[in-house]
T-cell receptor
Framework: DAMVIQNPRYQVTQFGKPVTLSCSQTLNHNVMYWYQQKSSQAPKLLFHYYDKDFNNEADTPDNFQSRRPNTSFCFLDIRSPGLGDAAMYLC??????????FGPGTRLTVT | AQTVTQSQPEMSVQEAETVTLSCTYDTSESDYYLFWYKQPPSRQMILVIRQEAYKQQNATENRFSVNFQKAAKSFSLKISDSQLGDAAMYFCALYRVNRDDKIIFGKGTRLHILP
């Protein structure tokens, strides 16, 4: 049973064309994360939420925004994607008791 | 400053042999969790094993076990009877309870399994 679901799995967008990635969870975890991962590198944290409390990493570009309308859903908006934003975007959820679970990721291509 | 350090960028092991991946970390917190994640070429990040800092007993999950040395801040992963499906990138990660809810990753170790 899928616990952290990301849609779409593959996304192609044009340079400068806004794109939204989505994540949903069935675990009812308080914490949700968005990571950016480029090839052969560790995931880089962009944002995380504790419930609705939003935390933005200091080095996350202004081009990236996030929304969490409820416990189950979280969105990553890239306002004007550049070629350097092509990456795998990972969503994860976490709770103190159960640990951390990752979704399968969305691979973003910018043309 | 690097909080989680994996000093081996790549390792290779013969199929059916045992391999140990090393990880050291730095935190002043007393309450934290340590994880090993596996990321195969398909790129889904999978939790392999987790260790609560307050537990002295080393965690074990089938062929995977850890050697948790709290005083030395060391958290190595041992894979016994290595299988071809174990080939992946392995990330060590730290979660500090009640600090900032962040998961801090090491840079990863790419494990190759030789048939």
């Amino acid at each position: 049973d899928a616990m952290v679901i990301q849609n779409p799995r593959y996304q192609v967008t044009q340079f400068g064309k806004p794109v939204t990635l989505s994540c949903s969870q069935t675990l009812n975890h308080n914490v949700m994360y968005w990571y950016q991962q480029k090839s052969s590198q560790a995931p880089k944290l962009l944002f995380h939420y504790y419930d609705k409390d939003f935390n933005n990493e200091a080095d996350t570009p202004d081009n990236f925004q996030s929304r969490r309308p409820n416990t189950s859903f979280c969105f990553l908006d890239i306002r004007s994607p550049g070629l350097g934003d092509a990456a795998m975007y990972l969503c994860a959820t976490s709770s103190f008791e159960e640990g951390t679970y990752f979704g399968p990721g969305t691979r973003l291509t910018v043309t | 400053a690097q909080t989680v350090t994996q000093s081996q960028p790549e390792m290779s092991v013969q199929e059916a042999e045992t391999v140990t991946l090393s990880c050291t970390y730095d935190t002043s917190e007393s309450d934290y969790y340590l994880f090993w994640y596996k990321q195969p070429p398909s790129r889904q990040m999978i939790l392999v094993i987790r260790q609560e800092a307050y537990k002295q007993q080393n965690a074990t999950e089938n062929r995977f076990s850890v050697n948790f040395q709290k005083a030395a801040k060391s958290f190595s992963l041992k894979i016994s009877d290595s299988q071809l499906g174990d080939a992946a990138m392995y990330f060590c990660a730290l979660y500090r309870v009640n600090r900032d809810d962040k998961i801090i990753f090491g840079k990863g170790t790419r494990l190759h399994i030789l048939p």
